[in-house]
C-alpha cells in the first residue's frame, strides 16, 4: 500500500490497496487499483470511495507454491432508500486443490456521517471451494440522514490448504452483492461499535527495515491526528489512529473506534493504546465492570503500564479466532497488585486458544495463586509461528510449581519469554533459571564463554519496583545484551561482567530535593545488592561505602551512615545506588576544613556484580567539589525571560558555576502568578518542590559550565495564560565556602494558554497581543506570534503573498502608507500535536499594537524611508492570503495609551500603516461639476460613484448648504475609522442624497470643512 501526500500536510492522500500471495510476488497478481482518499491533517478521519469499486467479480491469480493469500480492502456501498439491509461477500475459488472452507473475514460498517452502524459478520455454506460472509441485523436508521456507507473488509486471510501437488495457478474470485431484509434497527439504540482500517501484516516479511526500498504492502507513512466527539450525555465515539510495530520492526497503523453510550467519556477515555491485533473494546467508566476482550490491548502510560485493564474470561475463546502473526496478552489490575482473589483466579484458557497454528501456551493451576500486592503479576506473550519442531528449551526446576506453572511455548525467531511471580525458587528465593537455545536470527541469547552451561541467571528484587522485573539483551561483541529476552519489566537493560574483572565506581554526586539529602554512587555494570528482602542494607551498613577527605585523619574519615537506600538507573543504563543521608550527617561532612578533596570507597567485599566479582577495596572515586572564593554565577536558565507559551507543568532551572551548599532548598526559590488569562493582575503564590543538584563532572551549558543546578517543581499544574514570576533569593544561595550570590535573579514568562477559557495572549516584546474568546478552538495549543516582519520571515503565512502585497503599497501615491515593521506581526495557533490551523473568527477576537516605543513626543511616529505619520492616522491591515493584498479593518487608537486595536479577521499577518496628515486649507471635493451621467460604469454602485473629499485633516466634519443657506447633508471622517474603500485623509458623499435620504436637485452648493486647524468653505456643482 502506498500513499502520497504533499509535504506541506494540506491535500489528500491517495491510498492504493493492493493483493499479494504469501510470497510477495505482485507482478501480473495486483488488482485493479481503488484510490480512497482522506483529508487533510488535523480533521476527522474518514474515508469516501472515489471511482467505482473495482473489485466486483475480481480474478486473482495465485502460484502454486502459494500457501496463503492476505487481502485487503473496502467496498463503498450506496445505501438504498430504505432502513434495513443484509450485505453479503462471497469468496470463491476456481480450482479443487485449494481448502478454504475454514478461512476467517474481519469487517466493519461505518456510515459517511461517521455514525456507528453494528451487524453480525457469519459464515454461510462454507465449502472446499467457496464461502458466503454475510453481515447480518445490520443496524442503521435513515433518521440519521446518510446515503452511503462504506463497507470495511480487513485482512482477510485465506488459508490455502493445498490437497495435491499442482502445476498451475489457482484461481480466486472475490464478488460483493447486497440484499435487503425486513428488520429495522434504530441506531440511537446501539451501544458499542468498532471498526479497523489499515493493513495488518500477515505475510511475515523478513529483513525490512526503515531504509527498505521495497516498501509495497504497507501502511501510508502519512501521519493524522484523532479527535473526540461528544454527545451532551457524555456518549459518542472517540477515533484512535495508533502506530504499531509488526514483528521486524516496520510501522504499521491501525485505527479502533470506541464509543460509549450514557457513561462519562473522561473515566473510560484512553489517551495511549497499543495493538497488537484486530480487536474491539467496551469501554466501561465501572471499575467493576470487565473490558470485552475480542482483540489484544495493553494499556500505556509512557512505558509504564497503568491502571485496570479487565477481562470477561467468558470471551477468551473469542480471541482463538484473530488471525494474526503477533498476539500479545497482559493482564494486570489497576491496583499495582496483579491477579485479584475470588475474581481473577478462575482464568484458565483452552487447548483452543490456537494462533497461527502454534502450539497452546497453557496456564493452570490458577486456583492457586495467592495474591500479592507486589508480586502477582501475570504475563502470557503469543508470538508469531513456530518453524520447527524443537522442544522447548525453558529450565523450570527453579519454579515452585505449587504457585505457579507456565508450560511448553517459546519463540524461537523472536526471542520473548514472559515469566514472573514472587519467590519462584524454593531453595533460591527472587530467583528463577532460564535455559536459553540460539536457533535463529532473532532467537533469545546465548552464553556459551569459556566453555559454560548457556544459562542465564536472573536476580529480580520488589525494592526495584512494585514488581522487580527487568529486560535482558542479547549478548553482543561486547558481552551485553541487545534484542533478545524480555522478562517483564519496567524496560531497562541489564549489564552483565562476563569478566572476571572487578566492577567500578565510575562517578558520584550528592543531591538535595526538600529535606531529602542523598548520594548517588554509579557502577560500571549493573550489581547484586539484594537479599530476600530486596536489599542487603545489613552488610551496607556494616561494610559499605565511607567517605574520606585527603589527610585521611580519623576526624576526617566516616562511613556513611545512611537511612535507606535504593537502585535506579543511571544514562548508561547501569545501577545506580542512592543512599539517603541524614541532614545531621551531611552538615558534618561538608563542615570538614578542606571540602573540595572528598571521595568515596568501599570499605569490604560486600558488594559484588552480577557474576559475584567483588569490587575493589581500593577503588576510589572523587565527589568533584569546587569550593571558590567569589559569588555563585548563574550559567543557564530555562525557560528564557520574557518567554511566551511554555508547558504548564515544566519545571523551572537555574545552573551555576561552582557547587552549593544548601540545606534549606525550600528557602531558595519563590514562585508568584502575577496575572490571569484575562490579563488581571494577581499576586498568588505557587507552591512546590525544589531540587538541588551538584554535578561530579561539569555540565556544559549554553553560557558556561555549570557545576550545580536548582530545580522548582510546582506542586500543581499552573493556569492557562497566566504570567508567571520566579525570584532566587541571593543570601539563600550559598557556595561550600558561604559566599552569597550578589543578588536576587528575577525572570518571568508566560504559561500555554487553556483554549477554554478567554485569553488575553502577548508576544514576547508585549508589543503585539490578542484577546481570544474561549472556545474559539477545539483543541489545545498556543497562539505563536513572530514579530519584525519580515526581517523574521513568516513561518506558517506565505512569503510570496506578504511581498506581493507591499509591492502594492509601494506603487500608491502615498509615502505614508506603508507597513511599520515594528508593528507587523505573523499570529498563528498551533495545536499541541505541532500542526498550525487556520481560522476564519466568527466570534470576533481582538489585536492590540502598541507602538508606545517608536512614537515621538509630539505623536509622530517614523517608518524609515518614508516621512513621519501622525498618530491619529494609524490603521490595523490584515493580510489577505488569496488576493495577496492588505485589507483595512476598522481600528481604534488610544493616543493616551499609545495603543491601535482593530477586529480578528484571521489567522495571518496582520500590520500598521499610517496616514498623510493635511492641513484644512488642502481640503478640496471632486469631481467638480458632478454629473452622475458621466460616471464611469465600473464606479457605478460604488463609494467612488459619488463626490469625494481628499487631502482632509485626520478628523473634521463637512457641511453642505444651498446658496440660501439650508443645511443639506453633514459628512463626519476620521482617519482612524475610514469608510469602506476610502484613505486616509478621504471620504466619499456617496450616495448624492440630502439628510432626508432623497437625491440633490442639479444646482450650486457650498461646503464647509472644519477642523482644530481652521475651516476651509468652497463651492461644489451638480448637473443631472
Not at 450514557?262 to 484512553?270: H, M, T, V, Y
Not at 474603500?981 to 439628510?995: C, M, R, Y
Request: proline share 5%.
Amino acid at each position: 500500500m502506498s500513499a502520497d501526500q504533499r509535504r506541506d500536510g494540506s491535500g489528500l492522500v491517495d491510498i492504493v490497496f493492493e493483493a499479494y500471495d504469501n510470497d510477495k510476488d505482485t507482478a501480473n497478481y495486483l488488482l485493479d487499483e481503488c484510490y480512497y482518499r482522506i483529508g487533510p491533517e488535523g480533521t476527522n478521519i474518514s474515508m469516501t470511495p472515489v471511482q467505482d469499486d473495482p473489485f466486483h467479480d475480481t480474478t486473482l491469480s495465485l502460484k502454486p507454491e502459494a500457501s496463503q493469500f492476505t487481502f485487503v480492502w473496502n467496498a463503498g456501498i450506496d445505501i438504498p432508500d430504505s432502513d434495513h439491509s443484509d450485505i453479503y461477500v462471497a469468496l470463491s475459488i476456481s480450482d479443487n486443490s485449494i481448502d478454504i472452507s475454514s478461512s476467517p473475514l474481519f469487517g466493519a460498517i461505518r456510515t459517511d456521517t461517521s455514525k456507528p452502524i453494528t451487524g453480525a459478520l457469519n459464515a454461510t455454506n462454507p465449502s472446499a471451494n467457496s464461502i458466503d460472509w454475510m453481515w447480518t441485523e445490520v443496524n442503521y436508521s435513515m433518521e440519521q440522514n446518510f446515503s452511503h456507507y462504506e463497507l470495511w473488509y480487513s485482512s482477510i486471510g485465506v488459508d490455502c490448504v493445498l490437497n495435491k501437488d499442482i502445476e498451475n495457478a489457482s484461481y480466486l474470485t472475490i464478488s460483493e452483492r447486497t440484499t435487503i431484509s425486513t428488520t429495522t434497527f434504530n441506531l440511537s439504540e446501539m451501544s458499542n461499535y468498532w471498526g479497523v482500517i489499515w493493513v495488518y501484516d500477515t505475510f511475515g516479511y523478513e529483513n525490512h527495515s526503515s531504509t527498505d526500498s521495497d516498501r509495497t504492502g504497507y501502511p501510508p507513512e502519512a501521519s493524522f491526528t484523532h479527535t473526540p466527539i461528544h454527545a451532551e450525555d457524555g456518549s459518542g465515539y472517540f477515533e484512535v489512529l495508533t502506530e504499531v510495530t509488526d514483528k521486524d520492526g516496520d510501522l504499521l497503523r491501525m485505527r479502533i473506534e470506541y464509543s460509549l453510550n450514557g457513561q462519562n467519556w473522561e473515566k473510560a477515555s484512553i489517551d495511549s493504546v497499543v495493538i497488537s491485533s484486530y480487536g474491539a473494546v467496551t469501554v466501561s467508566s465501572n471499575p467493576e465492570d470487565y473490558y470485552q476482550l475480542n482483540g489484544i490491548l495493553t494499556r500505556y502510560d509512557g512505558e509504564v503500564v497503568t491502571n485496570s485493564i479487565y477481562f470477561n474470561w467468558k470471551s477468551m475463546e473469542d480471541v482463538g479466532r484473530l488471525y494474526s502473526e503477533n498476539v500479545l496478552l497482559r493482564i494486570k489490575t489497576n491496583d499495582g497488585g496483579g491477579i485479584r482473589p475470588g475474581i481473577d483466579s478462575q482464568f484458565v484458557l483452552s487447548e483452543e486458544f490456537l494462533l497461527n497454528n502454534s502450539r497452546p501456551l497453557l496456564l493452570k493451576n490458577t486456583a492457586d495463586l495467592s495474591y500479592s500486592h507486589k508480586n502477582s503479576l501475570m504475563k502470557l506473550a503469543f508470538i508469531g509461528e513456530h518453524h520447527d519442531d524443537t522442544e522447548p528449551v525453558i529450565d523450570f526446576e527453579s519454579i515452585d510449581l505449587e504457585r505457579f506453572v507456565i508450560y511448553d511455548d517459546i519463540d524461537y525467531e523472536h526471542g520473548m519469554i514472559w515469566l514472573t511471580g514472587a519467590k519462584l525458587s524454593s531453595s533460591t528465593p527472587n530467583r528463577f533459571d532460564i535455559k536459553l537455545t540460539r536457533e535463529q536470527r532473532n532467537m533469545i541469547a546465548r552464553w556459551d564463554a569459556d566453555n559454560k552451561e548457556p544459562y542465564l541467571k536472573l536476580l529480580s528484587s520488589a525494592a526495584a519496583d512494585n514488581f522487580g522485573n527487568y529486560t535482558l539483551y542479547e549478548p553482543d561483541s561486547a558481552g551485553f545484551f541487545e534484542d533478545g529476552l524480555s522478562i517483564a519489566g519496567f524496560k531497562t537493560h541489564l549489564y552483565w561482567n562476563w569478566d572476571r574483572t572487578s566492577p567500578e565506581i565510575k562517578g558520584a554526586t550528592y543531591t538535595i530535593s526538600g529535606g531529602d539529602i542523598r548520594l548517588e554512587i554509579y557502577f560500571s555494570e549493573d550489581m547484586n545488592i539484594w537479599d530476600d528482602q530486596g536489599m542487603n542494607k545489613t552488610a551496607f551498613q556494616l561494610e559499605g561505602f565511607s567517605i574520606h577527605n585527603s589527610s585521611d585523619s580519623d576526624s576526617q574519615y566516616r562511613e556513611i551512615n545512611h537511612e535507606n537506600y535504593r537502585v535506579i538507573k543511571n544514562a548508561y543504563d547501569t545501577d545506580t545506588l542512592v543512599l539517603a543521608i541524614s541532614p545531621e550527617e551531611h552538615s558534618h561532612i561538608w563542615s570538614w576544613p578542606d571540602p573540595s578533596n572528598i571521595f568515596i570507597s568501599v570499605n569490604g567485599s560486600a558488594i559484588s556484580d552480577l557474576s559475584g566479582n567483588p569490587i575493589d577495596p581500593l577503588d576510589r572515586f572523587p565527589i568533584d567539589v569546587v569550593v571558590s572564593t567569589d559569588a555563585p554565577k548563574i550559567v543557564y536558565y530555562k525557560p528564557e525571560n520574557f518567554s511566551t507559551n511554555i508547558p504548564r507543568v515544566q519545571p523551572v532551572c537555574f545552573a551555576f558555576d561552582q557547587n552549593l551548599k544548601i540545606t534549606q532548598a525550600l528557602e531558595t526559590i519563590r514562585m508568584r502568578q502575577l496575572s490571569d488569562a484575562d490579563g488581571k493582575a494577581l499576586n498568588l503564590p505557587i507552591t512546590g518542590r525544589i531540587q538541588v543538584n551538584n554535578f561530579t563532572a561539569p555540565l556544559e551549558t549554553e553560557w558556561g559550565i555549570a557545576l550545580s543546578s536548582l530545580t522548582f517543581i510546582p506542586d500543581y499544574q499552573l493556569p492557562g495564560n497566566a504570567l508567571i514570576e520566579v525570584e532566587l533569593l541571593a543570601d539563600k544561595i550559598l557556595t561550600l565556602a558561604n559566599i552569597a550570590m550578589e543578588e536576587n535573579f528575577i525572570i518571568s514568562y508566560r504559561t500555554q494558554m487553556d483554549t477554554s477559557e478567554n485569553n488575553l495572549v502577548f508576544s514576547s516584546s508585549n508589543r503585539t497581543s490578542l484577546r481570544i474568546p474561549g472556545g474559539i478552538f477545539n483543541v489545545d495549543g498556543m497562539i505563536d506570534i513572530v514579530e519584525n516582519i519580515p526581517s523574521n520571515q513568516p513561518i506558517y503565512s506565505p512569503v510570496r503573498a506578504f511581498h506581493s502585497a507591499n509591492s502594492l503599497e509601494k506603487n500608491w501615491d502615498d509615502p505614508f502608507h506603508y507597513p511599520f515593521e515594528e508593528l507587523t506581526s505573523e499570529i498563528t495557533f498551533v495545536s499541541t500535536s505541532g500542526i498550525a490551523i487556520s481560522k476564519i473568527f466568527e466570534n470576533f477576537g481582538e489585536i492590540f499594537f502598541d507602538y508606545s516605543g517608536i512614537v515621538s513626543d509630539d505623536g509622530y511616529l517614523a517608518n524609515p524611508g518614508r516621512p513621519p505619520v501622525k498618530e491619529n492616522t494609524l490603521k490595523i491591515y490584515w493580510l489577505n492570503e488569496l488576493a495577496e493584498s492588505w485589507v483595512p479593518l476598522v481600528s481604534s487608537v488610544n493616543t493616551e495609551k499609545k495603543i491601535v486595536s482593530a477586529p480578528l479577521r484571521s489567522l495571518s499577518i496582520y500590520t500598521v500603516m499610517g496616514g498623510k496628515t493635511y492641513s484644512t486649507d488642502q481640503a478640496h471635493p471632486y469631481p467638480v461639476p458632478y454629473k452622475p451621467s458621466e460616471i464611469p460604469a465600473e464606479l457605478v454602485g460604488t463609494p467612488r460613484s459619488g463626490i469625494t473629499f481628499t487631502n482632509l485633516p485626520s478628523d473634521c466634519k463637512i457641511e453642505i448648504y444651498t446658496i440660501g443657506g439650508r443645511l443639506v447633508a453633514e459628512l463626519s471622517h476620521s482617519d482612524s475609522n475610514l469608510s469602506v474603500g476610502a484613505q486616509p485623509g478621504q471620504t466619499f458623499w456617496s450616495p448624492v442624497e440630502n439628510k432626508q435620504g432623497k437625491s440633490v436637485a442639479s444646482g450650486t452648493y457650498l461646503y464647509l470643512i472644519k477642523s482644530e486647524s481652521g475651516v476651509k468653505s468652497g463651492k461644489l456643482m451638480i448637473i443631472r
